[in-house]
């Protein structure tokens, strides 16, 4: 069965993504591993030092709550599932996981072009990812 990587976070692009791979379950593999990475690369940088640990712990909680939430839906749908949370730059950690652990098929979604200076600066995290990893993409 091939290893299959799903980064998820919490916006509709993710849940699009995730509906997505519902409708097509006939084509999937049944068992996916979800990750979802919280940045903590910009987010603290306005925080006093001593609320860090407070705040990246409850950034954490949140994010494993969302995982288990996607997760549910795929599990409803007949799936199997394997929750990663982890923490530092997506566009770093994706990549990261996917080659490190070999995985054969990463999924992703991407935004619909927003025109923000940003992406047309350093590019969307599907971009970067798409670019960046061994294996496979499907991009939604």
Do not use: W
Not at 6 to 25: C, F, G, R, Y
Not at 44 to 55: A, K, L, N, S
Not at 70 to 86: C, K, N, P, V
């Amino acid at each position: 069965m091939p290893k299959i990587l799903i980064p998820v976070d919490d916006s509709a692009t993710s849940l699009k993504t995730i509906n997505e791979v519902i409708a097509h379950k006939d084509r999937m593999p049944q068992k996916v591993t979800l990750l979802h990475v919280v940045n903590d690369q910009l987010a603290y940088r306005m925080i006093p030092d001593f609320q860090i640990e407070m705040v990246r712990e409850n950034a954490g909680k949140a994010g494993q709550v969302k995982l288990e939430q996607i997760a549910t839906l795929l599990q409803e749908a007949g799936f199997e599932t394997d929750l990663r949370l982890e923490f530092g730059s997506p566009r770093r950690v994706i990549p990261q996981v996917a080659n490190d652990e070999k995985f054969e098929l990463l999924i992703i979604g991407r935004r619909e072009t927003t025109g923000e200076i940003r992406d047309v600066l350093f590019g969307s995290v599907a971009n970067f990812v798409l670019h960046n990893v061994k294996c496979p993409v499907l991009l939604f």
